[in-house]
């Protein structure tokens, strides 16, 4: 069975920075592409970074390239995000995904 736990949300001041995890298990992480996403409040969700596997090449969207950092231990079957400069905008449930099964997501909050 296909899991995906996210972990590492919560509250934090604009300006700020956070890391959050997504732990991966029932597949071969190591042989998957994995994306982050994101729903902010009363939007639709949309793609924000991916890292591909064996080569851990990376891509993001606009607004969070240059703040944000995708990145994966295959060994761990773990994927990472690491957001910097956070901004009240950035606030969303942030999801993890190979695109054919989905996390819970956590909850980000950018507020001063």
């Known amino acids: 069975q296909v899991q995906f736990v996210e972990s590492g949300g919560g509250l934090v001041l604009p300006g700020g920075s956070l890391k959050l995890s997504c732990a991966a298990s029932g597949f071969t992480f190591s042989t998957y592409t994995m994306y982050w996403y994101r729903q902010r409040p009363g939007k639709e969700r949309e793609w924000i970074a991916t890292i591909t596997s064996p080569s851990q090449s990376t891509t993001y969207a606009p607004s969070v390239k240059g703040r944000f950092a995708i990145s994966r231990d295959n060994a761990k079957s773990s994927l990472y995000l690491q957001m910097s400069s956070l901004k009240p905008e950035d606030t969303a449930v942030y999801y993890c995904?190979?695109?054919?099964?989905w996390g819970q997501g956590t909850q980000v909050t950018v507020s001063s």
């Open positions: 995904t190979n695109e054919d099964y």
